[in-house]
């Protein structure tokens, strides 16, 4: 499932504990993301769902859940 690995490369990018990262979890605010940090776990994204995340679609992405739904629509095309 896409959203389990999703978790488990905010878990380990941002090192914070599994229960935090819920769909709804905002990445800046609820887990604590930086800049850095937001574009580290892009592009472990990236690698792992063989996709691209430009930089305005990652502009757009503020929620766990937003960047499930960005690789499903990616992977989709």
């Known amino acids: 499932m896409i959203f ?3 978790k488990e490369i905010i878990v380990n990018e ?4 599994a229960d935090k990262v819920t769909p709804e979890a905002n990445l800046k605010e609820d887990l604590g993301a930086d800049s850095i940090d ?3 776990v892009i592009m472990s994204l990236e690698d792992e769902f063989n996709v691209s995340i430009s930089d305005d679609a990652a502009q757009n992405i503020k929620t766990v859940q937003d ?7 990616e992977q989709a095309k």
């Open 4 to 6: 389990d690995k999703v």
């Open 14 to 17: 941002l090192s914070v504990e």
């Open 38 to 40: 937001a574009v580290e």
């Open 67 to 73: 960047l499930v739904n960005y690789i499903e629509a």
